[in-house]
């Protein structure tokens, strides 16, 4: 019985000529899954008929079989695309924004800082998720080369994604918001205005939701420093935000 499953399995992979044109994606799995099924057996010269042995080496035969399961599994490469997108929010700890693909139920953190994400969580109806899939060997779809769009904007911002949850043990960086706002203000009265500048700059792109607060101290180092022209550009977004008092 097994040595009629191998003949069998033999002609069908022997009558094959690699063709991919046309070849749908169920197509390409079943034509891997038969010729993994044949290698798995692992077939010796007295399995196979002589006739099929006499007209192609069994061994040379199986470095064919795996290269054209390679070139199969490159023929499922195809475009990933998806407007069907769920913002999850901001994580700070992980300087990432958090997003869900619907259609492949499929969370992935894009490492950004906290000015970037903002733009898309306000824009959140208009993005767009793209990458690259190929098979594995397992036949499941890898994903790369992801890019995160906004429709009808110039704003494209390529990423590999982070992995969608901290593993067991690993530590979160040590950034505090608390912290770090007490030692720019702290560095601001002691006239340290460069240190305290660089403190609220970190405040801005690790912190969601942003706080005109950060904005405000910003233009004061900056109006201090005598750049007065980024100071009046700072006051006035800190004053269009609704938060000035």
């Known amino acids: 019985m097994i040595n009629n499953k191998i003949h069998i ?17 169920d197509e390409i799995k079943n034509m891997v899954q038969n010729r993994k099924q044949w290698l798995a057996l692992n077939p010796s010269p007295t399995d196979v008929p002589n006739a099929i042995l006499d007209s192609m080496d069994l ?13 199969l599994l490159d ?23 958090s997003v869900h693909c619907q259609d ?3 969370t992935i953190l894009v490492k950004m800082s906290a000015i ?49 949850q901290l593993e067991e043990g690993e530590l979160q960086d040590s950034f505090s918001e608390e912290a770090t706002y007490n030692e720019a203000l702290q560095a601001y009265e002691l006239g340290n205005y460069q240190q305290s500048l660089e403190k609220f700059g970190l405040l801005q792109e690790r912190v969601y939701p942003p706080k005109p ?6 233009a004061r180092n ?13 006051f006035r977004e800190y004053l269009g935000s609704g938060d000035a008092e």
Do not use: C
Request: aromatic share 12%; charged share 25%.
């Open 213 to 218: 607060a950060y904005i405000y101290w910003t």
């Open 222 to 234: 900056y109006m201090v420093m005598g750049d007065n022209s980024r100071a009046i550009q700072l």
């Open 104 to 106: 492949i139920d499929k």
């Open 116 to 164: 970037q994400a903002d733009e898309f969580i306000r824009n959140a109806d208009r993005i767009k998720l793209q990458a690259n899939k190929v098979l594995n060997w397992n036949l499941e779809w890898v994903y790369t080369n992801w890019v995160l769009s906004l429709v009808d904007s110039q704003i494209v911002f390529r990423f590999e994604p982070e992995e969608s």
């Open 9 to 25: 399995l033999f002609v069908v992979i022997v009558a094959f000529n690699i063709s991919l044109a046309g070849f749908t994606i």
């Open 75 to 97: 023929g499922s490469r195809e475009v990933y695309s998806s407007r069907d997108i769920e913002i999850l929010g901001y994580e700070s700890a992980r300087r990432s924004l």
């Open 59 to 71: 061994e040379h035969r199986k470095d064919q079989i795996l290269q054209e399961i390679q070139a």
